[in-house]
């Protein structure tokens, strides 16, 4: 068994692998990719990992190496991009373009309805915090504080009549 596990070391040995699996390995990746560039740098890679962990392949388990390795390569990729894309989108909230004078007053609004919010009674606040900010349903609310959904129904509606009322006041 430790000459099969050598044999992928010998370069006949590793130029066959590589002829026997490169396309399809490249058609797989392909199909994945969508991309053909990046189906060859995967490609690429995967027979690098493979020259360099040569000693360590049993040779009857080759393609079934060479496959994990390459899937688990455009997986890392793939959570890679997600990852960029979720800095990029949170990167463009925060990013604005909007005027200094704009952000003070969109800053001192947020303080107006933070200092209205903490008017409310204690009731009509957790009613309104639980809906608005844990985005609970009315059902939710009236079992996590025992009462019924028209009690939380009426909370939230005169939280909602006093908040409107106090930020027509200060606008």
Same mark, same amino acid.
């Given at each position: 068994m430790s +000459? +099969? &596990?050598k044999d992928i070391c010998a370069t006949k040995v590793f130029d066959s692998v590589f002829n *026997?699996?490169?396309k399809d390995l490249k058609r797989f990746l392909y199909f994945k990719? =969508? @991309?053909?560039a990046s189906a +060859? @740098? &995967?490609l690429q890679e995967t027979f690098i990992k493979l020259w360099n962990n040569c000693s360590k392949v049993v040779y009857s388990k080759v393609k079934s190496y060479l496959y994990t390795i390459a899937n688990n390569a455009f997986l890392d990729i793939k959570k890679h991009e997600n990852t960029v894309r979720k800095h990029q989108k949170n990167f463009v909230n925060? =990013? *604005?373009s909007e005027s200094p004078e704009f952000l003070m007053i969109e800053e001192e609004y947020l303080i107006k309805v933070? #200092? !209205?919010i903490a008017s409310l009674s204690e009731k009509q606040r957790e009613v309104f915090l639980l809906s608005r900010i844990e985005k609970k349903k009315y059902k939710q609310i009236a @079992? +996590?504080?025992n009462i019924s959904v028209k009690a939380v129904e009426k909370r939230m509606h005169s939280a909602l009549v006093i908040m409107r009322e #106090?930020? &027509?006041? *200060? !606008?």
């Open positions: +000459e +099969e &596990v *026997t699996y490169a990719f =969508n @991309d053909m +060859e @740098d &995967v925060y =990013n *604005t933070e #200092k !209205i @079992d +996590e504080l #106090k930020l &027509v006041r *200060t !606008i």
